[in-house]
């Protein structure tokens, strides 16, 4: 059974950093692209970051690109996102997801089951 | 970048035929993947490929695309069907996912 478990959300200032883990089971993380989707308060879905199977390439929602840096570890089944210079708006829950055909169809085939993140003074 | 428009609610009586609608430019030639939300729990997905079910999901559940609006239907709705509903497709331009802003399902 695939399982995706998010730790180290909470509250932080705004400008302040965090680091979101995912550690993942029940298949072979390292063969998968994984990203990290987001859903404010009372909102809908924004996919916000996604990193290949190997860890070579990454990529960004023009929202986050600068400030958060998403990285893995397949020695260790776990997916990170690092964020810097918090915002108010980036106040939501985040999920760890891992995704489907990346290159020509890309879907989320597995979510877990969110952790939040508040950003406010 | 690709603009999905859902409507935000969309009511049915138990029993009866559920469609929520997802419109977009052309989204024909796109394939388009549903998530089913349910109040308080992570996204599932419920249609990928258009008309694609995982295992698990329901054949009350049914996907359709062509033109500019792709359909989820639920026939036989029941009131656990009760949910947010997401559309999403590849973003041609970035090449990242992008989702529709999710229509509220209600079981009168």
């Known amino acids: 059974e695939v399982q995706l478990l998010e730790s180290g959300g909470g509250l932080v200032q705004p400008g302040g950093s965090l680091r979101l883990s995912c550690a993942a089971s029940?298949?072979?993380?390292?063969?998968?692209?994984m990203s990290w989707v987001r859903q404010a308060p009372g909102k809908g879905l924004e996919w916000i970051s996604g990193?290949?199977?190997?860890?070579?390439?990454?990529y960004y929602a023009d929202s986050v690109k600068g400030r958060f840096t998403i990285s893995r570890d397949n020695s260790r089944d776990t997916l990170y996102l690092h964020m810097d210079s918090l915002r108010v708006d980036d106040t939501a829950a985040y999920y760890c997801a891992k995704m489907g055909d990346w290159d020509y169809n890309p879907h989320v085939n597995y979510w877990g089951r969110g952790i939040l993140v508040t950003v406010s003074s | 970048s690709y603009v999905l428009s859902q409507p935000p609610s969309v009511s049915v009586a138990p029993g009866k035929t559920a469609r929520i609608s997802c419109g977009g430019n052309n989204i024909g030639t796109k394939r388009v993947h549903w998530y089913q939300q349910k109040s308080g729990q992570a996204p599932v997905l419920v249609m990928y490929?258009?008309?694609d079910r995982p295992s698990g999901i329901p054949a009350r559940f049914s996907g359709s695309n062509s033109g500019n609006t792709a359909t989820l239907s639920i026939i036989r709705v029941e009131a656990g069907d009760e949910a947010d509903y997401f559309c999403q497709v590849r973003d041609s331009d970035s090449g990242h996912p992008v989702f529709g802003g999710g229509t509220k399902l209600t079981v009168l």
């Open positions: 990193i290949r199977a190997g860890g070579d390439e990454s």
């Open positions: 029940g298949f072979t993380f390292r063969s998968y692209v």
């Open positions: 490929f258009d008309s």
